[in-house]
């Protein structure tokens, strides 16, 4: 039997201001480092040992992913960063405050683009490439993603990287974003796609699955 624990990022400060904000790399707030850092105690307790932790490429995972391993006093651990741990990619929304496009959009259309399965988002006109991309070659950065688009390129990640050290024995920690972790639980519980919108995952709250040797799920909660 192994263990998965996975953990949205703290606040960040597009979270606060209410930004949409995807592939845009944001800093920890205050108290999302509070968060992080309460997530880690939480973790602590279980008294898990990990033999990875995996997260984004995004500061807000990387950050709140460091203060969980000094939490836990498991920073030795190897830790893979993967795009296809980054958030889902909000398009030509990006950088917009969300109260102010619902004003424009009304609420009805806002929700179709945050919380459908398969609804893209206005896409972007073009992408600069990032340089931290620069390795995985030209176009890795999406226009736009809807979470479909998301869940599929999550879960090569889930099946070459993290499935596997779990059919190991070994329990792994995973620390990325809402909608990308929505994406991971639509698979791990089987969501169907007109029920995924009610899925939530809330900032700096861990969630543990524990699985058998085949990785069904035994068990999951919300520490």
Do not use: C
Not at 202 to 211: H, S, V, W
Request: hydrophobic share 40%; glycine share 6%.
């Amino acid at each position: 039997m192994a263990t998965l624990v996975i953990l949205r990022h703290g606040e960040s400060v597009a979270n606060r201001d209410n930004i949409f904000t995807g592939w845009s790399d944001v800093p920890l707030t205050a108290k999302g480092r509070q968060q992080a850092a309460a997530a880690g105690q939480l973790v602590a307790a279980t008294g898990l040992q990990f033999g990875a932790l995996h997260t984004s490429m995004l500061q807000r995972a990387i950050v709140t992913s460091n203060i969980v391993l000094a939490a836990i006093d498991q920073l030795y651990i190897p830790e893979y960063k993967s795009w296809r741990l980054n958030e889902r990619h909000y398009g030509a929304l990006r950088g917009q405050n969300k109260a102010a496009v619902k004003a424009r959009v009304g609420e009805k259309q806002i929700k179709i683009w945050r919380r459908s399965f398969k609804t893209v988002p206005p896409l972007l006109d073009h992408v600069s490439q990032d340089r931290r991309y620069d390795q995985f070659g030209p176009h890795v950065e999406p226009r736009g993603e809807s979470l479909e688009m998301a869940y599929h390129r999550l879960l090569p990640y889930w099946n070459d990287q993290i499935a596997p050290r779990l059919l190991d024995g070994h329990n792994q920690l995973v620390v990325a974003h809402g909608s990308t972790l929505r994406a991971l639980i639509k698979y791990l519980d089987h969501v169907a796609d007109a029920d995924i919108s009610q899925v939530e995952v809330a900032n700096g709250e861990p969630i543990r699955y524990d699985f058998d040797d085949r990785l069904n799920v035994l068990r999951k909660q919300t520490l």
